[in-house]
């Protein structure tokens, strides 16, 4: 095969970075991109850029939002009570699916992995600290994917954080061990979430 235009590789490698893309499906992208008019594909192009610019993370909770505080942290029919952490913000999008989940979040960035030199200094653990300092909160569910990086991660909180009036629970075991949140479906997660057990 002749050697593609540089900006056609360059579209193609790009692609290729992204999760579940392969060569194969790379290509596909880029050729389908390169055979759509200019004006079909700007719209994507300016998608792509006002990500960055337009969308944070929620200075209270971690979660994605174009404002200083998310949608969820300023609804005041959400129950305040329970504290739900999980590591990524695609792990609530995966939670609210369920739409049996009303209380608040609280995002990590992430596990404990000391092979990947990941440590508590690395994750949100001063913010969660910060917030469990409200009176209000009586119950926080450990909702970290069931590896031994989220287990470990949930039993690490679990023991930093205990105080009197607050019970730490952690998922059932609705999601299979070495799962990801996020391709998990939404029986299952609501499942997880039903049968969360106390840690000892």
Do not use: W
């Not at 944070?56 to 998310?70: F, H, K, N």
């Not at 200094?121 to 909160?137: C, E, F, M, P, W």
């Not at 569910?141 to 990086?149: D, N, R």
């Amino acid at each position: 095969m002749p050697e593609l235009p540089a900006a056609l590789q360059q579209l193609i490698a790009e692609l290729g970075k992204l999760p579940g893309v392969g060569r194969r499906s790379a290509e596909r992208m880029a050729f389908a991109l390169l055979a759509s008019e200019p004006d079909d594909v700007r719209p994507l192009a300016d998608a792509v850029t006002r990500l960055h610019v337009e969308v944070g993370l929620c200075e209270t909770c971690g979660y994605y939002t174009d404002r200083g505080v998310c949608p969820i942290c300023t609804d005041p029919s959400r129950d305040e009570t329970v504290l739900c952490v999980v590591e990524m913000p695609v792990d609530v999008i995966a939670f609210e699916r369920t739409g049996g989940f009303r209380a608040r979040y609280h995002v990590l960035g992430g596990v404990l992995s000391p092979l990947k030199g990941i440590s508590p200094d690395d994750l949100n653990v001063a913010g969660l600290r910060k917030r469990l300092q409200n009176a209000s909160i009586a119950e926080v569910i450990l909702a970290t994917s069931p590896s031994v990086e989220g287990e470990a991660t949930a039993h690490y909180l679990s023991q930093i954080l205990a105080r009197d009036g607050v019970r730490f629970t952690r998922i059932g075991r609705g999601v299979p061990m070495g799962g990801s949140l996020d391709l998990a479906d939404s029986g299952t997660l609501r499942l997880a979430l039903e049968g969360r057990r106390a840690i000892d």
